[in-house]
């Protein structure tokens, strides 16, 4: 609610630094909440029937048509065997309810998940060459990003760096390369509870990442923490649960603080959120 407790909450001492810092952060909050937005069809979406994903492709490129953030884009799902033709299908719709709604946003990207192979990258750069030519766009306009998310990515099967041979397949559209944790951990056999932002294993990935990045006209995000500030008891009745949820939800963004002033010591400039209440602590670093 106020300076004193936002300082107090993130460990910084109270002052005139820390009310300038709160006034700003709130008047960032008030001017423009969210920078950069992705459409999530894919694990924050989650397997729906055909006919929801197809109506939700045309519904949310309907609403992004009235306005959105100054970047914008649409997460789709992996382009496997399995989820090719389903990937395939929302982006086609998307884009075409999109493009019948208004012209195309200014840094709009499309974001690829899971990416097992250069080929898959090289399979989205075909799609997008198609709805380019179909919807008479500029070709190389849609662009892509990468995530990172498995350790293929880093060292391929020939022990060589993996990133500049997916970049190589993004035939110039590539505009990011984003860090998958989660997966990038569960695929090196980490268990669960040392699944974090800061393992040692992440920050390996993020250095190879940093390094084939480097001087390439790339941007580099980190991935999310999953400890969210949420507070316990949705509907406290008495001093000492509010007291327990406001300890929760401090300490999980004290957490968020943490984890983001980390990852711009480490070069990382951008990272994803997952929760309104980890934006504070975001634009407070």
């Given at each position: 609610p106020d300076a004193s407790s936002?300082?107090?909450?993130?460990?910084?001492?109270?002052?005139e630094l820390a009310n300038l810092v709160f006034e700003r952060t709130v008047a960032k909050l008030e001017r423009e909440p969210v920078e950069d937005f992705r459409i999530d069809f894919e694990d924050g979406y989650g397997y729906r029937t055909n006919a929801e994903e197809d109506g939700h492709a045309v519904s949310t490129a309907k609403f992004l048509a009235r306005g959105g953030p100054p970047f914008v884009g649409i997460r789709i799902k992996p382009l496997t065997e399995a989820l090719r033709a389903r990937s395939a299908r929302t982006l086609d719709l998307f884009l075409t309810a999109l493009l019948e709604s208004s012209q195309l946003p200014n840094n709009f990207v499309i974001t690829l998940p899971k990416i097992a192979s250069p080929g898959q990258v090289a399979d989205l750069v075909y799609l997008l060459d198609k709805?380019?030519?179909?919807?008479?766009?500029?070709?190389?306009?849609?662009?892509?990003?990468?995530?990172?998310?498995?350790?293929?990515?880093?060292?391929?099967?020939?022990?060589?760096?993996?990133?500049?041979?997916?970049?190589e397949a993004a035939a110039g559209r590539c505009r990011g390369l984003h860090f998958g944790p989660y997966d990038y951990s569960a695929s090196c056999n980490i268990?669960?509870?040392e699944q974090r932002?800061?393992?040692?294993?992440?920050?390996?990935?993020?250095?190879?990442?940093?390094?084939?990045?480097?001087?390439?006209?790339?941007?580099?995000?980190?991935?999310?923490?999953?400890?969210?500030?949420?507070?316990?008891?949705?509907?406290?009745?008495?001093?000492?649960?509010?007291?327990?949820?406001?300890?929760?939800?401090?300490?999980?963004m004290r957490h968020h603080f943490d984890l983001v002033q980390r990852s711009l010591a480490h070069g990382y400039y951008q990272g994803w959120d997952l929760h309104p209440g980890q934006l504070p602590t975001r634009y407070r670093s």
């Amino acid at each position: 609610p106020d300076a004193s407790s936002f300082a107090e909450c993130l460990g910084l001492p109270p002052g005139e630094l820390a009310n300038l810092v709160f006034e700003r952060t709130v008047a960032k909050l008030e001017r423009e909440p969210v920078e950069d937005f992705r459409i999530d069809f894919e694990d924050g979406y989650g397997y729906r029937t055909n006919a929801e994903e197809d109506g939700h492709a045309v519904s949310t490129a309907k609403f992004l048509a009235r306005g959105g953030p100054p970047f914008v884009g649409i997460r789709i799902k992996p382009l496997t065997e399995a989820l090719r033709a389903r990937s395939a299908r929302t982006l086609d719709l998307f884009l075409t309810a999109l493009l019948e709604s208004s012209q195309l946003p200014n840094n709009f990207v499309i974001t690829l998940p899971k990416i097992a192979s250069p080929g898959q990258v090289a399979d989205l750069v075909y799609l997008l060459d198609k709805a380019e030519a179909r919807h008479g766009l500029e070709s190389g306009v849609l662009k892509i990003e990468l995530m990172i998310e498995t350790p293929q990515n880093i060292i391929d099967s020939t022990g060589s760096v993996g990133i500049p041979k997916l970049l190589e397949a993004a035939a110039g559209r590539c505009r990011g390369l984003h860090f998958g944790p989660y997966d990038y951990s569960a695929s090196c056999n980490i268990a669960a509870a040392e699944q974090r932002l800061d393992h040692p294993a992440c920050d390996f990935a993020r250095h190879v990442m940093q390094v084939s990045a480097a001087d390439r006209g790339v941007f580099l995000s980190d991935g999310p923490s999953t400890i969210l500030p949420i507070p316990r008891h949705r509907t406290p009745a008495t001093d000492d649960q509010r007291a327990e949820n406001r300890a929760i939800v401090h300490r999980a963004m004290r957490h968020h603080f943490d984890l983001v002033q980390r990852s711009l010591a480490h070069g990382y400039y951008q990272g994803w959120d997952l929760h309104p209440g980890q934006l504070p602590t975001r634009y407070r670093s």
